[in-house]
């Protein structure tokens, strides 16, 4: 079992929804999160004053899968989230980790059952 973690631009989740519902993923879990990496932030310009503005809006995806299903989601993301066809600064990561145990609360049922 391993837990795919994605930070995606906002306005992507909808896209990135649709493509992991369509090889069959039904569970994510979604948290607005703010940082910054190559991106650095931006300067803004608020009633004549400029401030920095150092952490972006993300959305941080969880998705507990199978083992085997890791490309198909990795392929998924990745597609649906990038800017164009090269790709921007500010699309995002992904970090693939191991899961060493899942529960389903409900029922008590553990391991892949319970994803």
Known sequence: MKMVTAIIKPFKLDDVREALSEIGISGITATEVKGFGR???HTE???GAE???????KVKLEI?????QVDAVIEAISSSAKSDSEGKIGDGKI???SLEQVVRIRTGETG???L
């Open 45 to 47: 310009l608020y009633r």
């Open 95 to 97: 970090f693939i980790s």
């Open 51 to 57: 401030y920095t503005v150092d952490f972006l809006p």
């Open 39 to 41: 991106q650095k932030g």
């Open 64 to 68: 507990a899968i199978a083992a085997d």
């Open 112 to 114: 892949s059952v319970a």
